[in-house]
């Protein structure tokens, strides 16, 4: 997976906007997350529905970073993302 999330970092830094705003869906522990510079991304917003990766994501403490445990079905009705703009969707 490394490789693979190496080159979606790439694809990101070298065609997006900085800083960007990133949404990840069905993240899991966002494996991309540690490919991308910081200073890169303005929002980096992470869903998932797993109890696990709510109890064991590492990056819950950066200031640009957000996760909400919700279903894809509780994402596309939260209204709190109904006017969300996103640079780029992972999924």
């Known amino acids: 997976m490394s490789p693979r999330n190496a080159a979606i970092a790439g694809y990101i830094i070298a065609f997006g906007k900085q800083p ?6 069905a993240c899991g522990l966002c494996p991309i997350l540690p490919f991308l510079p910081q200073n890169f991304i303005s ?3 992470a869903f998932d529905n797993s109890q696990y ?3 064991h994501l590492p990056y819950k403490g950066l200031s640009n970073f ?6 894809f ?4 009705s939260d209204e709190r993302f109904k006017h969300g703009f996103f640079d780029f969707v992972l999924y």
């Open 20 to 25: 960007c705003v990133i949404l990840d869906a």
């Open 43 to 45: 929002r980096y917003v």
């Open 53 to 55: 990766v709510q109890e």
């Open 66 to 71: 957000e996760f909400h445990r919700l279903s």
């Open 73 to 76: 079905e509780q994402f596309f």
